[in-house]
């Protein structure tokens, strides 16, 4: 049974596969924080691509599409500098 809330990672020209393995870098304070977030939980997360025209809002919240998909965190490694891989 899947959480009721899972967090959503947008990113740009970025698509999760189903059985396929991810590589992720993660630096911004607001997604490291979503990362140990999903850790403290079940491990899910949503990616969903972000649309056309995003870079103008990065920073803030910018659209995405609305078909994403739900994948979890297998192998996630702490960095030195608090970010993840």
């Not at 009721?4 to 630096?27: R, Y």
């Not at 056309?52 to 996630?76: I, K, M, N, Q």
């Amino acid at each position: 049974m899947l959480p009721p809330v899972i967090p959503l990672f947008p990113l740009p020209n970025v698509v999760l596969f189903p059985d396929v393995d991810l590589p992720l870098h993660v630096f911004e304070l607001r997604y490291r924080t979503m990362v140990r977030e999903a850790l403290s939980g079940e491990r899910w997360l949503a990616i969903a691509t972000l649309k056309t025209g995003w870079e103008a809002d990065y920073h803030g919240s910018p659209a995405f599409h609305e078909l994403g998909c739900l994948g979890r965190f297998e192998d996630v490694e702490w960095l030195p500098n608090d970010c993840y891989n």
